[in-house]
Nanobody, 115 residues
């Protein structure tokens, strides 16, 4: 199965930007969708952005116009560009892949937006 490792999280001020990376390794075949989810303490895990193979990206309403998902197939890496960050964006962000219909998750990376 594929292994997913997130990086790029950290502390940023409101209005700032951050780019998260998700590196895929191991067996990378059979993946037809990848995306980003996030979970704040005491909250449900929610979808942030997804992209299926051959499809257009989809975004949660709360991040539309601010976040951009992209993939570099040559590097087996997915990115989440996060602009105009808000305090409400504070969460652990998880990389997700659907591999042969099974969900694969990274370990998560903490994003904290605070002044």
């Amino acid at each position: 199965q594929v292994q997913l490792v997130e990086s790029g999280g950290g502390l940023v001020q409101p209005g700032g930007s951050l780019r998260l990376s998700c590196a895929a390794s191991g067996n990378i075949f059979g993946i037809d969708a990848m995306g980003w989810y996030r979970q704040a303490p005491g909250q449900q895990r929610e979808l942030v952005a997804t992209k299926t193979n051959g499809g257009s990206p989809s975004y949660a309403d709360s991040v539309k116009g601010r976040f951009t998902i992209s993939r570099d197939n040559a590097k087996n890496t997915m990115y989440l560009q996060m602009n105009d960050l808000k305090v409400e964006d504070t969460a652990v962000y998880y990389c997700h892949a659907r591999q042969w219909g099974i969900s694969r998750w990274g370990q998560g990376t903490q994003v904290t937006v605070s002044s």
